[in-house]
């Protein structure tokens, strides 16, 4: 009985730091205003990874697009704010360590989180060295199941799923229906990235009203690759 409170517990923990219950008031809103193209949220959208050669750059709102804003629509020029997505530390480092060999104690990402360990905080959930190598022990185990299997799994085929694609690779749709990375799930996109998948789930992220009414939003939705399969 008390496990079973204490498993209740901890997923109401999880709802509530999702912040699932703002993003079902906001989903019906959205229903109730763009209609079947309204974006649900933290669904999946299907994305070449190839494709995706930019994030958004730094500015004043993006520190609301977040996984908590999955599924939000936003208008305004926040979409022609971009920077290379081959800028970004952890793309570079998981480059240097799947392309070229290298050791994770030399790649900018381990030193930038050891540093963070040291200083007392716990990145990705880590509160030391070893919790650290166990990481990327994990990450290497994880690029080369993919390579073998040939796609990433969605969030659903995996064991800790909690709802729909929520925690996997956050991706925000601009006007012209190209996908920009900022946010979540860097180490899974640079996987995708690097192995140069034909497609990759991910998340949806922040949404403009274009995206939708052009009908962007809805091509992404749909799998080619599970429809090919």
Known sequence: MVEKLAAEARRLHKILEAHVPQKAVRDVWYWLRYGRKAPASDSAIFVRPGDVTHS?????????????????????????????????????????????????????????????????????????????????????????????????????????????????????????????????GAHRFAIARILDLPEMPAQVGVVHPKAIEDGHLQRLLQSRHREAA
């Open 56 to 184: 958004l750059a730094h500015h004043d709102t993006l520190g609301h697009f977040r996984r908590q804003n999955s599924g939000r629509v936003i208008g305004g020029d926040w979409d022609t704010h971009r920077d290379d997505v081959e800028r970004n530390t952890k793309l570079r480092s998981c480059r240097m360590r799947w392309e070229q060999g290298a050791d994770w104690h030399e790649t900018p990402i381990y030193k930038r989180m050891l540093a963070e360990i040291a200083a007392g905080r716990a990145p990705d959930e880590c509160r030391s060295a070893e919790d650290l190598d166990e990481r990327y022990a994990m990450l290497d185990r994880v690029f080369a199941e993919t390579r073998f299997r040939g796609r990433l799994l969605t969030k659903e085929e995996l064991p800790d799923h909690f709802r729909r694609e929520h925690g996997g690779i956050l991706v925000h749709v601009a006007r012209d229906g190209t996908c920009l990375r900022r946010g979540g």
